[in-house]
């Protein structure tokens, strides 16, 4: 039983800040895409790019939200993600 709890304990903590993350992100880009800027909404839906492809990397650098079909277009078509925000910790309007 104790295992159990730990593993879940573990799991709740590392989701939270995986959350926390992905919040910090899309505060820092104003809730838009990197590539296209559209604001995300339930019919754009946001994902997180790792920017070096190493999804280990969770450097706040190394993350950039797209909406998914920019997204897909990067992995799919190789359409690169630049020029996305410049400073996406300190975007400026």
């Known amino acids: 039983m104790l295992i ?3 593993v879940l304990l ?3 903590t590392a989701f939270a800040l995986q959350q926390n993350l992905r919040n910090q992100i899309l ?3 104003k809730n838009k895409c990197g590539m ?3 604001n995300f909404s339930k019919l754009i839906p946001h994902e997180i790019h790792h920017l070096n492809h ?3 990397d969770n450097n706040k650098n ?3 939200a797209l909406c998914c079909n920019c997204h897909a277009a990067h992995h799919r078509y190789n359409i690169s ?4 925000f410049t400073d996406i ?3 400026h309007p």
């Open 4 to 6: 159990k709890f730990n």
């Open 10 to 12: 573990l799991f709740n």
């Open 27 to 29: 505060i820092s880009q």
């Open 36 to 38: 296209c800027k559209k």
């Open 54 to 56: 190493n999804a280990s």
């Open 62 to 64: 190394n993350l950039l």
């Open 81 to 84: 993600v630049k020029p996305y």
């Open 89 to 91: 910790n300190n975007s």
